[in-house]
C-alpha cells in the first residue's frame, strides 16, 4: 500500500524531532545501493549510525504501519523497478567497525562488516572458522540473517 503524503510528512518531521542528525530521504533511488546496481526508489530512506536509531525507527514504523527493510551492504538484495514503498534503514559506517584480540581468539565486529574484512581479518590473527565465507560477498548480519555456510552437500 502507497503512503499517503501525511504519512510521509508526519515520518519526516516525528524523525526530525527525534533525532535531528537523523536524515529522511523521500523518493531516494535504491540502485546505488545494491550490488547489482538496480532497482526502484523508496518512499523513505534513512542512514543510520547508532543501534538505538534503528530501534527508534523499527519501533516508529511498527507502530504507524509503515513497512520497513533493514538494509547492509546490498548483496543478495533485488528491489523492485516499482520501488518499495515504507523505509528503507541503511546501515552507516558506524556497524562497519572491526576489532581483534587475536591472544584472546576474538573478533568483534558490527553487522554491517563485509565477510571478506572479517575472514581476513581472522586469517592475519591465525584464527580459524570463517573459512567458509572466504568468496562470499555480503555482510555479517546478512549472513546472520540468511543462516549463511550451514548448507551441506
Same mark, same amino acid.
Given at each position: 500500500?502507497?503512503?499517503?503524503?501525511k504519512?510521509?510528512?508526519?515520518?519526516?518531521? /516525528?524523525?526530525?524531532?527525534?533525532?535531528?542528525?537523523?536524515?529522511?530521504?523521500?523518493?531516494?533511488?535504491?540502485? /546505488?545501493?545494491? *550490488?547489482?546496481?538496480?532497482?526502484?526508489?523508496?518512499?523513505?530512506? %534513512? +542512514?543510520?549510525?547508532?543501534? +538505538?536509531?534503528?530501534?527508534?525507527?523499527?519501533?516508529? %514504523?511498527?507502530?504507524?504501519?509503515i513497512?520497513?527493510?533493514?538494509? =547492509?551492504? =546490498?548483496?543478495?538484495?533485488?528491489?523492485?523497478?516499482?520501488?518499495? +514503498?515504507?523505509?528503507?534503514?541503511?546501515?552507516g559506517?558506524?556497524?562497519?567497525?572491526? +576489532?581483534?584480540?587475536?591472544?584472546?581468539?576474538?573478533?568483534? %565486529?558490527?553487522?554491517?562488516? *563485509?565477510?571478506? @574484512?572479517?575472514?581476513?581479518?581472522?586469517?592475519?590473527?591465525?584464527?580459524?572458522?570463517? /573459512?567458509?565465507?572466504?568468496?562470499?560477498?555480503?555482510?555479517?548480519?546478512?549472513?546472520? @540473517?540468511?543462516?549463511?555456510? *550451514?548448507?551441506?552437500?
Amino acid at each position: 500500500m502507497a503512503l499517503t503524503l501525511k504519512q510521509i510528512d508526519n515520518f519526516v518531521v /516525528e524523525t526530525r524531532n527525534y533525532n535531528h542528525d537523523l536524515l529522511v530521504h523521500v523518493g531516494k533511488s535504491l540502485a /546505488e545501493y545494491t *550490488t547489482y546496481g538496480v532497482g526502484g526508489k523508496a518512499a523513505l530512506f %534513512c +542512514e543510520v549510525q547508532h543501534a +538505538e536509531d534503528v530501534s527508534w525507527l523499527v519501533q516508529t %514504523c511498527r507502530r504507524d504501519h509503515i513497512d520497513y527493510f533493514i538494509l =547492509g551492504g =546490498g548483496s543478495n538484495v533485488l528491489v523492485n523497478d516499482s520501488g518499495f +514503498e515504507g523505509l528503507i534503514i541503511k546501515l552507516g559506517k558506524n556497524f562497519k567497525n572491526l +576489532e581483534c584480540d587475536a591472544d584472546a581468539g576474538i573478533i568483534t %565486529c558490527g553487522c554491517a562488516c *563485509t565477510l571478506a @574484512k572479517v575472514a581476513n581479518t581472522a586469517k592475519g590473527a591465525g584464527l580459524s572458522g570463517m /573459512e567458509f565465507s572466504a568468496g562470499t560477498p555480503g555482510t555479517i548480519g546478512g549472513a546472520i @540473517k540468511m543462516n549463511a555456510g *550451514t548448507a551441506t552437500d
